[in-house]
């Protein structure tokens, strides 16, 4: 029997990304002591007020269907939330809540971009944009984010990609994998970019709230992009609330109905105990996001600087987030080389960086979302298999 085409158009580059993860989690059924660096999942409980909330709208019946695209007070809630944290003002209307990020980001998609038309996406990228793409029928067009520059965008490779068919510039900050964070100036330059030609933007911030340098900047807040920016977020990274499935799309209200009508077909509303746990956690939870940014802060002063030191590596700083980008180009291997080896003989499981795109061919991601203690046996497990690697494994430092 044949399948739609719909098939090879959501296989890839990105699906191949967490190879190196499902052999980890092969290895450890067998009984081997394996640190698992792969996932972007918080090692945080779900606050507690967020689950006794949940618990009481379950009890309370809440249980049945509910608003195609969000319960009113949820959706007003998330629109103060995103005026508060970006200076955007928006109102209920142009908020919609989807079954988390990774949702309203594929469902935005469909409703701006088709068949014949091209979306341009910075490279590296998160590892399902290209299948978010590719759902849509569209061509998806990389322009590289470069190492040398500390994985920022190169804005006149955006400039020069930008042809009678884009539709789209889809944009991710803090940015995942590399958690490089776009400055003000370069926000202000896509979003002239998008003016000029016309063009959708869509901007995935769902580690805005994990910047650790500078105050997240939104495409969206800025003069004259309200009408043509759709913001992507959630509360997993934020909230520590993965497992929840809880995001959202903030458009023109126009997009909302359009949403709202693909919704119909598709989703029929996320679980009403599921929406009051989420409006608890956006109105009770912030000291609770304030002690995950800085954990995350403090585990990346840990790591960063531990890795950065090793023969045959280099690691910066990252701007925001829960991973950092480790190079390995100097090591003689390639990054799946690199990740295989590491697995096999330390147990310690990294994600290959070309899974991200083709810029990150030779650079490995590593997250942050475990206890300090299994970090600190992390780095000394890699710093032992670059020990093997060189003969020397600790360089001199730098400068």
């Given at each position: ?9 959501v ?42 909330e ?41 908020v ?5 990020a ?123 992009m ?7 977020s ?31 077909c ?27 940014r ?56 990294i ?49």
């Amino acid at each position: 029997m044949r399948f739609s085409t719909l098939t090879q158009r959501v296989a890839g580059r990105g699906a191949e990304a967490w190879r190196i993860h499902f052999l980890a989690t092969q290895k450890a059924r067998t009984g081997a002591d394996v640190i698992f660096l792969t996932v972007g999942e918080p090692d945080f409980d779900t606050p507690p007020p967020v689950v006794e909330e949940a618990v009481r709208s379950m009890r309370a019946g809440n249980t049945h269907y509910t608003d195609i695209v969000g319960f009113p007070r949820l959706r007003q809630a998330i629109a103060e939330w995103h005026e508060k944290t970006t200076g955007q003002k928006v109102g209920a209307d142009q908020v919609v809540v989807a079954a988390g990020a990774q949702n309203a980001l594929f469902s935005a998609m469909q409703m701006l971009a088709g068949p014949g038309d091209e979306v341009i996406t910075p490279d590296p990228r998160y590892s399902t944009y290209e299948a978010v793409v590719g759902a849509t029928g569209a061509t998806l067009v990389s322009v590289p984010l470069l190492p040398e520059q500390g994985f920022h965008l190169d804005l006149q490779a955006l400039k020069a990609a930008i042809t009678p068919r884009t539709r789209v510039i889809l944009i991710n900050s803090p940015h995942n994998p590399t958690g490089a964070a776009l400055r003000r100036a370069e926000v202000e330059a896509i979003a002239a970019l998008a003016q000029q030609h016309d063009l959708w933007l869509v901007s995935d911030e769902v580690y805005a709230a994990l910047s650790f340098e500078a105050p997240h900047v939104s495409p969206a807040s800025l003069p004259g992009m309200a009408e043509r920016t759709v913001v992507v977020s959630s509360l997993s990274k934020s909230h520590a609330m993965t497992g929840w499935r809880v995001g959202w799309a903030i458009g023109p209200v126009e997009l909302a109905r359009h949403l709202h009508n693909l919704f119909l077909c598709m989703l029929y509303g996320s679980p009403g105990f599921i929406q009051d746990a989420a409006l608890a956690a956006i109105r009770d939870a912030s000291g609770e996001v304030e002690t995950m940014r800085e954990t995350y802060r403090r585990r990346r002063d840990l790591v960063a600087p531990w890795l950065d030191r090793l023969r045959g590596l280099s690691c910066r700083l990252p701007d925001g987030g829960m991973f950092c980008m480790v190079d390995c180009r100097e090591s003689g291997l390639t990054s799946q080389e690199f990740a295989l080896r590491l697995l096999e003989e330390q147990s310690v499981a990294i994600l290959p960086g070309d899974g991200f795109g083709h810029q990150a061919e030779g650079f490995l991601r590593i997250s942050l979302g475990l206890p300090d203690e299994q970090l600190v046996e992390a780095c000394r497990r890699i710093e032992a298999f670059c020990q093997r690697l060189s003969g020397a494994g600790v360089r001199r430092a730098r400068g």
